[in-house]
């Protein structure tokens, strides 16, 4: 089974072109992906999350049984945004939420997220965010809500890209709450974490379509192409998350 | 088709770990016939003879396999030219430069004195990029332009944090090239539309990546069989004058 814990649904985004849902599950389909938890990426950049928040229910409820969604809020959004992941949430079903702090423009470890990540503490669900690139989503800018907040499930949806990895290991390895995605994460770092952290709280991504309609195919070797085990690989390809999610 | 690794990594460093059996081995079991080698970590920082031997050892055991480059920290100053003219007269052909590791700006005065022995020596210079905020690509098209002569290899083509910027700096300067590393697919796409794949190498960055990952980036890539021996082999060959 392969859950992809990190995909972007979305139409326009500078020189990338998205797609509708049929086509994207299509796509995902082709590729033998099981599911997906789509998130958007224009909303990352929009001031009206509610609108993108509600393209992506539109495509959860088109495919039920294949995506689930992550929806977002802009953090400075105050009372807004808490309003707004309870309607995401109660509402809409969805299952987490995702953060692009460079986008957005708001840095992770910053007080305005105190009450978000409350709030997704309260509501019971994870909370992703892009990590790896200064300076607002280091990984250990991240890795401080993990620290502030224990109960809170934290995902680093990068696992520290190419240039942060070690401090998403360190991170993952002082707070126990710290989910790794590996999702554009370097083979080397693959590696280390499953050893270091341990398989079951390593997750899979792709960032579907962003680096391309076959970054699929990629993605998923360099997990089948580690030297570990194929229970570990499969954990980390789907079980994992679909613990995670409750799915 | 013979395949060019244009950059990977060999030594003991605290991190970044292979040994030349082990190189060897992966590069058969991938179908690639030529690597260029630097060494890293703490030979790329602090200890740049202990690791350039390292590497003219390897190199002079596998000349028909291994093609090394040179690390020198710019800091060093006269002593690290010395090191690299020394480094280049026991068969290395190129110079590496990690300001990510090394503490300093493309455009620094040090940066630039050491490149000015690079380019009387006529060698090619591999430059990590992609980190801020010392290895970003606007930086190495500075030095670039300053130094039409010196033909530069962007390292893992500004990913992951300075991707935006790669193909705007290879475009404004044509003496460099974009290695592959890392990149994602749609990026080594664009530089390919802005530049053309005469000016693209492929590499692996490994042990940090893998040949496996990298060279499945390359067969995914839609490009004609021209273009990808270029990138896989062609071009590294001619610019650092590997025989295959």
Partial sequence: MILDGHTHLFSQFGFLRGMDADEFVDKLKSRRVDGAVVMTLEGFTKDD??????QLHAATERYPEYLCAFGTVHPRDGSGAISEM???VKELGMKGFKFHPWLQAFCASGREMFPIVQEAVALDVPLLFHDGTPPYCTSLQ???????????TIILGHSGLRDYWREALYAAMEYENIIL???GTPDIAMREMIEQVGPERCIFGSDFPFPGDSCIEL?????????VSDAAKDAILGENLKRILKL | MSIIDAHCYLGD???MKRNSGDLLDEMDSHGVSHAVVNSTDQYSAVYNREGNDEIIRAVSEHPDRLTGFAVVNPWYGQKGADELRRCIESGLRGLSLDTRRQGCFFTDTIVRRLIQHAADLEIPVYCHTGTPIYALPLGLMELALDFPKV?????????????????TAAKTAPNIFIETSYCAIPLIANAIRLIGAERILFGSDA????????LLKIRLLDLDARGREMILGDNAARLIGIRT
């Fill in chain 1, 49 to 54: 999350s509610r609108l993108y928040n509600d």
């Fill in chain 1, 86 to 88: 309870r309607r995401c």
């Fill in chain 1, 142 to 152: 991240v890795a401080y809500l993990a620290r502030c907040f224990p109960e809170a």
């Fill in chain 1, 181 to 183: 995605q590996f999702c």
């Fill in chain 1, 219 to 227: 993605a998923v070797s360099q997990i089948r192409n580690l030297d």
């Fill in chain 2, 13 to 15: 460093g605290v991190y």
């Fill in chain 2, 151 to 167: 033909s530069f290899i962007m390292g893992s083509g500004g990913w992951a944090d300075g991707w935006y910027d790669a193909g």
């Fill in chain 2, 207 to 214: 042990p940090g990546s893998s040949l496996e990952t990298e």
